[in-house]
Nanobody, 116 residues
Framework: QVRLVESGGGLVQAGGSLKLSCAQS????????MGWYRQAPGKERKLVAT???????NYADSVKGRFTISRDGAKNTVYLQVNSLKPEDTAVYYC??????????WGQGTQVTVSS
């Protein structure tokens, strides 16, 4: 089965940056669409950014211009560069991988905490 492992979270001050990583094992990485989601305390999990197998990206309005999703086929890894962080960005960030009608995989999450 597909396994996803996130890393790169941490505690930063408002205005700071982090680069989150999601390493995939199992499955054919290049075939999967990938996404980053986040879940803030007491809130539902929400979409942050997606990237298709062909490299097309999409972002939530709240992060456009600040976050960048990318993928590295040689490393089977998806990244989320998060810049100009705000306290409202504080959440557990989760990686997701999926194929059309063929599974839905989640990582364990990595905590991003932004202090004001």
């Amino acid at each position: 089965q597909v396994r996803l492992v996130e890393s790169g979270g941490g505690l930063v001050q408002a205005g700071g940056s982090l680069k989150l990583s999601c390493a995939q094992s199992g499955g054919t990485f290049s075939s999967y669409a990938m996404g980053w989601y986040r879940q803030a305390p007491g809130k539902e999990r929400k979409l942050v950014a997606t990237i298709t197998s062909s490299g097309s990206t999409n972002y939530a309005d709240s992060v456009k211009g600040r976050f960048t999703i990318s993928r590295d086929g040689a490393k089977n890894t998806v990244y989320l560069q998060v810049n100009s962080l705000k306290p409202e960005d504080t959440a557990v960030y989760y990686c997701r991988a999926w194929l059309l009608g063929n599974g839905n995989y989640w990582g364990q999450g990595t905590q991003v905490t932004v202090s004001s």
